[in-house]
């Protein structure tokens, strides 16, 4: 399967979105952007180019200053099941992880017995199925990672949320998790739009990659990556690969002014 | 950690404390014995036994009152302190007006306004008195620790409940009481002892009138210069003190040994 199959529609547009926190802090200025439905959207930039807070306005936990975010969707709004997975696995400590995951279907009143099977199948698909009854700090880094993808994919959310999800890990575990994510991807559809710092991850991840810069928070430009799937090792090693990471790599340097 | 560390520790934990007990108990007996001293300055901790054991009936009977009061003190500042700090939590504004109250209620000393809860309640319902005094020490303690609890919820798992459309009741009952839960259990085991503490000191100034505390019989027995019976009321005011705070210690080791980094046994 590659990219180059029938066009997307859109799910997302942002037009001249714009973000100034209250001291006067201008987080993100004039941003355009388009989200196609399936995408699998980076966004990669220095510290303070306003990524999280894009992906905090798209979700909807804060609203833009000026600009619009406007949703393709039937109802014009987001989608209500909405994952979103946070740099650190912001599991809730007190609770095991099977109760962890339930938390999502939890908040919607669905009886746990009902939504035993659904949680067992999330952790299975991430490959915890033997670690229901653990609790958070039982676990590894990368483990506790995965639950909190198990969490943000219970519901089947049509988009996913990502804000440097595996930053914090080693590079090891970061790889084999990029992998199991792309994997997830292709077999859910979903569409992901995914902020990281690393060049190298977004190149690997992404269909495109949106490169930010800072101060204040805008887009640079946009890298389309479109290699093939499935994605491995030889991916790392190719041409292509480099070229695109280069590209990033220049776009990302043409916004640092001096 | 292998059976001869667990061992070890166990040792050193409670037959090491209890060994400098009989030794100090024994100096103690052997000094005043050898010294001639006094029954009424200084009495060996014979006489204390014998006393305790001569005036049980008594002795037990203040005991309950004593431990009535403040357990009823107690559980009273846990459900008004928890319930208050989680009104504080739903309204910015409600807190902003109590507080400063709270705070007020706190720091004027409970031996000052003890006469006039006293004068309030009236002579004849004493054991109120004490009730409210002891449940006002005891009360902010629960009060802070629970509103501060409640304010330290990651602030990602807020937006998390917020992204699934979670209930002002959901968030509080799912997200910030859990996360309190630690800060609760803390303000409790303050509580527990400065329940015990405002019981003591509002018998005190209650005086005569109580006529049944454990505190009661201190003054009664100082009043006659029956030492080794204060020392004995003084003993079971010890027990009751260590036992409320191991109590709630062992409530907190219960409640938190799953999950939270105070009460995790590690391994080093």
């Known amino acids: 399967m590659t990219s180059a199959d029938a066009p997307r529609p859109p799910l997302l547009t942002l037009t001249g979105v714009a973000k100034t926190y209250e001291g006067g802090t201008v987080a993100l200025s004039g941003v355009d952007a388009e989200i196609r439905r399936g995408d699998f959207v980076s966004l990669v930039g220095p510290s303070g180019c306003g990524k999280s807070t894009l992906l905090r306005i798209v979700a909807g936990l804060i609203g833009a200053s000026a600009g619009h975010v406007r949703w393709h969707t039937s109802s014009g709004a987001r989608p209500a099941d909405v994952g979103f997975v946070f740099q650190d696995a912001t599991l809730m400590p007190w609770a095991s992880v099977l109760d962890n995951v339930y938390l999502p279907l939890k908040l919607r009143g669905i009886a746990f017995d009902k939504a035993r099977p659904q949680l067992m199948d999330a952790l299975a698909r991430v490959g915890l199925a033997d670690f229901a009854g653990a609790f958070p700090r039982e676990l590894s880094g990368g483990m506790k990672m995965r639950v909190s993808l198990a969490r943000a994919l219970v519901t089947d959310p049509p988009m996913l949320l990502m804000d440097e999800p595996f930053a914090a890990l080693d590079e090891f575990t970061r790889e084999k998790l990029d992998d199991d994510l792309l994997d997830l991807w292709r077999s859910q559809r979903w569409t992901v739009i995914f902020v990281t710092h690393s060049i190298y991850e977004s190149v690997y991840l992404s269909e495109r990659v949106l490169v930010m810069g800072a101060r204040p928070g805008r887009v640079l430009g946009e890298v389309e990556i479109g290699a093939p799937h499935p994605r491995g090792p030889a991916f790392r090693r190719s041409h292509d690969y480099a070229d695109h990471c280069a590209a990033v790599s220049a776009a990302l340097r043409e916004g640092v002014r001096p | ?268």
């Open chain 2, 1 to 268: 950690m292998n059976s001869e560390d667990s061992a070890m520790s166990r040792f050193t934990r409670i037959v090491v404390p209890a060994a400098i007990g009989v030794v100090f108990l024994g100096i103690w007996e052997a000094s005043v014995r050898l010294g001639d001293v006094p029954l009424f300055v200084l009495p060996p901790p014979s006489a204390i036994g014998a006393s305790l054991v001569a005036n049980f009936g008594s002795l037990m009977g203040s005991l309950w009152v004593t431990l009535r009061v403040t357990l009823m003190a107690f559980v009273l500042a846990a459900v008004g302190g928890i319930g208050l700090a989680i009104l504080f939590s739903q309204s910015r504004r409600i807190e902003m007006a109590l507080f400063p109250y709270a705070v007020v209620l706190q720091v004027t000393p409970v031996v000052a306004i003890a006469p006039l809860i006293l004068i309030w309640v009236g002579y004849d319902r004493v054991e109120l008195a004490v009730l409210i005094l002891a449940w006002m020490v005891a009360f902010f303690p629960i009060l802070s620790n629970t509103t501060l609890g409640l304010r330290s919820a990651d602030h990602n798992l807020r937006d998390l409940f917020r992204l699934y459309g979670a209930s002002r009741w959901q968030v509080l009952s799912e997200l910030q009481l859990p996360s309190a839960l630690p800060y609760i259990l803390a303000g409790m085991k303050i509580s527990g002892g400065l329940a015990l503490i405002g019981a003591v000191v509002a018998e005190f100034v209650a005086g005569s009138g109580t006529g049944a505390g454990l505190a009661w019989r201190i003054v009664e027995a100082g009043y006659r210069l029956d030492i080794p019976r204060m020392f004995a009321a003084l003993f079971l005011l010890s027990v009751l003190g260590i036992t409320i705070f191991f109590g709630l210690t062992w409530v907190e080791h219960r409640l938190l040994r799953r999950w939270h980094e105070s009460a995790v046994r590690r391994e080093f």
